[in-house]
């Protein structure tokens, strides 16, 4: 019968399977009728599910085992049994993967409220005001303004030096003058007021240690940057 035997190796296992089937072909093409009632439909029940209740001594065993009638009833029994632990483990399949793919739509969007409201109540605000200020452009050093910033995550606001252009502007803090080894950087669409633009970003300074760095800006399409000698306290 299908009643598994504790212990068997793979091969055995395929063994024993196939002299269950070749006894059950012979019990159904020989119409086979064993002595006794036929056991009731619980008891059937069990056996096709190859519950652990079930004695193989029990004597209904062997009736099923060489009964024709019961031998059909039992093939049928194992064909629902099977079909509906097959919608079963596609159900929780299908449960699943819509329960993960929910589950990383929350993640993100916390992530992305935890993100904002960090930003929005642990940045330090500040302002620098760079209209009056001395540039270089690239490698070509000048009169320079000092900013400084904590180190901290940061709003800055940057009031544009006079001249300053409309449009998306990249802030960024380095370690040099060539705009390499950058330590945080952010864009954001300059607001004007009068012939007055500024620009606001977020910059997390958390990281770095206090020192001189170099902060610039970079306009999108001019695309030349602009340096200015930062000091992080
Ligand atoms: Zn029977």
Not at 16 to 45: M, N, Y
Not at 131 to 150: C, E, H, I, M, Y
Request: charged share 25%.
């Amino acid at each position: 019968m299908w009643l598994k035997l504790p212990g068997l190796s793979r091969s055995e296992d395929r063994f024993e399977t196939w002299i269950a089937q070749r006894h059950q072909e012979h019990v159904l093409a020989e119409r086979e009728i064993s002595a006794g009632p036929c056991p009731d439909e619980s008891f059937l029940k069990s056996l096709a599910t190859k519950s652990r209740r079930i004695q193989l001594s029990d004597p209904r065993v062997n009736h099923a085992a060489n009964c024709h009638v019961c031998m059909t009833r039992l093939m049928e029994l194992r064909r629902e049994t099977h079909s509906r632990r097959r919608r079963l483990v596609l159900t929780v399949a299908v449960a699943s993967c819509l329960l993960v793919a929910v589950v990383f739509v929350m993640l993100g969007r916390r992530r992305a409220r935890t993100q904002n409201q960090m930003a929005e109540v642990a940045a330090i605000p500040q302002t620098v005001n760079l209209w009056n200020a001395g540039t270089f452009r690239g490698d070509q050093p000048s009169r320079l303004k000092t900013v400084l910033l904590p180190a901290a995550l940061v709003k800055l606001t940057i009031i544009l030096p006079r001249y300053s252009g409309a449009g998306r502007y990249d802030v960024a803090v380095t370690r040099d003058q060539a705009g390499q080894d950058i330590l945080a950087h952010a864009s954001s669409m300059a607001i004007g007021s009068g012939d007055r633009e500024q620009v606001s970003v977020y910059l997390d300074l958390r990281k770095s240690r206090p020192g001189s760095y170099f902060l610039s800006t970079t306009h999108e399409q001019d695309q030349a940057s602009y340096y200015y000698s930062l000091q992080i306290r």
